[in-house]
């Protein structure tokens, strides 16, 4: 970190820290985290399943020297999973425990008469007063990933992860984390970021984000990398397949990606292919070689017999 806390000296330094993660972000990938860095500004990043998306994140991460703390939205996801809930067992215990503890206070309340009665119920009064402050306290808090990451001390890079799979209201639920990097518990008051996490929203597009949410952040658009940098991409992670093969891979890759194919084969996919076809050591994507570990990169019967029809391979 620089002395005025950024985590980036400049955009190469982005580019040349994520590099050596093994992540190579080209000048747009790269320019954008400089400037989610150096405004302070939560990034979303928004593109097809598979194009590197949550890699992002993790190499961030490794990059700067974080931890990393995921929120996976999904449908149904709510408050209590994303940002807290109280331990409800652990307070009745608690509760329970100070009843037996002080059967004395729960006769004054019951039994008590006249005057008698009003101090027996002032008494009783307080000690709900005493059990309320007592079972509501950091003991009982059951932080989840928007509250961890808002009150961690040290680098922290938030991943919500996949935005667009939860529900509408749990946007909501993010202006506040987002605007000002804060959370109101009623029970504790305002908690407030002592240091921002780095945020990243993922999203598949699959629903248009609510204007109010993307206000509040840097936009980067990923997409599929060109030919020659899902080469560059694949030689960093296998670079024993060599050149000719590599190339080869990604040729096959990019066609299997112009079908209309329930999912299409993702960067990932992309690198385990080239591993399989290294530990099975083929020197040549010819036809055995493809249909043979096409279940590598196509995971459903239907865009696998696509694939070999429409690349005429011979089925073995």
Request: aromatic share 6%.
């Amino acid at each position: 970190m620089s002395s005025q806390g950024y985590a980036f000296a400049d955009v190469a330094d982005v580019q040349e820290r994520l590099r050596e993660t093994g992540y190579l972000a080209d000048e747009a990938i790269a320019t954008t985290v400089f400037l989610a860095d150096r405004l302070g500004k939560p990034l979303l990043v928004e593109g097809p399943a598979g194009v590197g998306k949550t890699e992002l994140a993790k190499a961030l991460t490794t990059a700067v020297g974080a931890e990393l703390i995921r929120l996976q939205c999904y449908e149904g996801l709510d408050e209590a999973r994303a940002l807290y809930e109280w331990n409800y067992k652990k307070q009745l215990l608690r509760i329970q425990a100070g009843a037996s503890l002080a059967p004395e206070a729960v006769a004054g309340v019951a039994g008590a008469a006249g005057a008698d009665r009003a101090a027996g119920e002032s008494a009783g009064l307080a000690t709900w007063r005493e059990t309320h402050d007592d079972i509501f306290s950091e003991e009982f808090l059951l932080s989840r990933p928007l509250l961890t990451a808002i009150r961690r001390s040290e680098p922290t890079v938030l991943l919500i992860d996949e935005t667009d799979k939860a529900d509408v209201e749990v946007e909501g639920l993010l202006l506040e984390v987002l605007s000002d990097f804060q959370v109101t518990i009623p029970e504790l008051g305002t908690l407030k970021a002592t240091r921002r996490p780095f945020v990243i929203l993922t999203s598949n597009a699959t629903r248009e984000l609510s204007e109010a949410l993307k206000r509040r952040c840097l936009y980067l658009n990923l997409d599929y990398p060109s030919a020659a940098r899902e080469k560059e991409i694949v030689l960093s992670r296998v670079p024993e397949l060599g050149e000719r093969m590599a190339e080869s891979l990604v040729r096959i890759v990019r066609s299997l990606r112009a079908m209309e194919l329930k999912k299409a084969p993702s960067i990932a996919e992309t690198i385990d292919w080239g591993q399989t076809v290294l530990a099975l050591g083929f020197d040549t994507m010819d036809d055995a070689a493809v249909t043979s570990t096409l279940g590598v990169v196509l995971k459903h019967a239907s865009d696998q017999a696509r694939a070999i029809s429409q690349l005429k391979l011979g089925a073995n």
